[in-house]
């Protein structure tokens, strides 16, 4: 199969590259480096990777047409960037998805898009599930601009699969994690891994109290291939996360722990990081339920193996 990965240089897409090589696929890439790096690819070898824009047309349909399938993971990322660049976070998510759906349409090559957990908002229930009512926050509050972003997104895809019986399926992606994500924009687990093995405080936000479900990105790899290729699911949305949540507070003390560092926990207002007015989602859990029906999506990896093999990754390219 020949597969083109837009966002094929990120930290998902690029476990996701590899993963296709492995397997044998012919993989093509489309990323404009804005949060990926060259480097999670290049060891990667027999791929074409070109460094450019979902936005600009003509390249995503010139590679549209090349491949038999097309993953479309490129968006911006990271609650850093959503707040410093709202225009490019809502353009490129919005603008990109757009494109790339056109295109794969006039191809009429089989889509999956990746979506978010942050679409359910505030979250109505305990566990999110696929199909629950979603409250946001103020227009005025520009996290959520993100939100409505990929909920756009959805929007659209499902529209081309309504209108157009384009089989299209979306990934809503709870908190995936793993060697190679960074936390330059914001990330919490490798933010913590690094201040912890440099024994430098550990930047809770708030009181700590928010919970987070983490997912390991070798679990969520496949899941995403599984769901493309099952083409009677075209045209629905599934959850892919963990069930086993904790506090952003219990997950620094975890991470001091089995770093066995001499960091210690600094507390700091949203507001000094991210500007007044900023609103964090304080819990978020997936419902499981429908995609385990669908593929017997379980993820396996538990939060101490993912923190280990973060820490191991991390601690390589620290120097010293
Ligand atoms: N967070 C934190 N310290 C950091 C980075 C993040 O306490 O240095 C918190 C953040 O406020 C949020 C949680 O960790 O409550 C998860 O943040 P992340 O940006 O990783 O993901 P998201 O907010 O999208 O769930």
Redesign the pocket.
Known sequence: MRALVTGGAGFIGSHLCEALVTRGDEVFVLDDLSTGAFENIEHLGEITAVIDSTLNQPIVRDLVREVDVVFHLAATV???LVVEKPISTIVNNIRGTETVLEEACRYRRPLLITS???VYGKGVNDLFQEDDDRVMGSLKRTRWGYAASKAMDEFLALAYWLEKRHPVVIARLF?T?GPRQT?R?????P??VT?ALRNEP?????D?S?T?CFTYVADVVPALIQLLERRDLAGDIFNLGSRECIT?EE??RRIIERTDSDSTIYY?P?EQ??GPGYE???H?APDLTKVNAAIGFEPRTSLDEMLDEIIGNIRRKLPG
């Open positions: 990271g609650v850093q978010s957990s942050e908190n994690v936390g924009y914001g990330m919490v687990i933010r913590f201040q550990l930047t809770v936000h708030g700590g928010q987070r952003i997950l620094a700091v949203y990081v991210y964090d989602m304080l978020r």
